[in-house]
């Protein structure tokens, strides 16, 4: 005997774990959190997924507490892509379309490591690891200015704030490679 079948939508959860709440603010995991739950920071795509269902409620509040910045996952996912004939030896690979354009180098010694050891692209807040002396580390521009230069500044975000990183967390010592 035939049936009508009613097709059940899935709604979206509104909520979200607080491990994930704090992997995409920047924040402190909570102390109970599921190691496993904070695995997910390294997957490309399950964070993807809840900064595009998040983004809009993060940006408006971390912009009005810490203007000229952007978190993490803003880097990661939202900040400006290199340009196709930029990417040198990475254009056929998976990465090519996550590589995004790094902040400016102002001084200091050494390379950005994919350029001289094999490893892929990594960049944290837009600053490359790097390899090069670790008594001349280089100073990249700060946040402000990247986001001015990209013309992704809002009215109220005129006026520049401390800078959280200026310089790479890893530097590889060159002298090693040698």
């Known amino acids: 005997m035939p049936t009508t079948r009613r097709l059940r939508t899935r709604t979206r959860r509104e909520t979200i774990d607080p491990t994930h709440w704090a992997i995409l603010t920047d924040a402190l995991p909570p102390a109970d959190a599921n190691p496993f739950t904070a695995l997910d920071a390294e997957s490309y795509d399950v964070m993807r997924l809840l900064w595009e269902d998040h983004r809009a409620g993060i940006l408006p509040d971390w912009i009005k507490t810490k203007p000229g910045t952007r978190p993490a996952m803003w880097w990661r996912y939202d900040a400006p892509r290199l340009d196709p004939t930029q990417l040198g030896r990475w254009s056929r690979t998976v990465l090519a379309p ?48 990247y986001l001015k230069r990209h013309g992704l500044l809002l009215p109220a975000e005129r006026r520049p704030s401390a800078e959280p990183f200026s310089h790479p967390l890893r530097i590889e010592d060159a002298r090693r490679w040698k």
């Open 98 to 145: 996550r590589m995004i354009e790094t902040r400016r180098k102002l001084r200091g010694d050494g390379k950005p490591l994919h350029e001289v050891l094999a490893y892929a692209p990594a960049h944290h807040y837009g600053i490359p690891a790097w390899c090069g002396d670790p008594d001349n580390p280089p100073v990249f521009e700060s946040q402000h200015a």
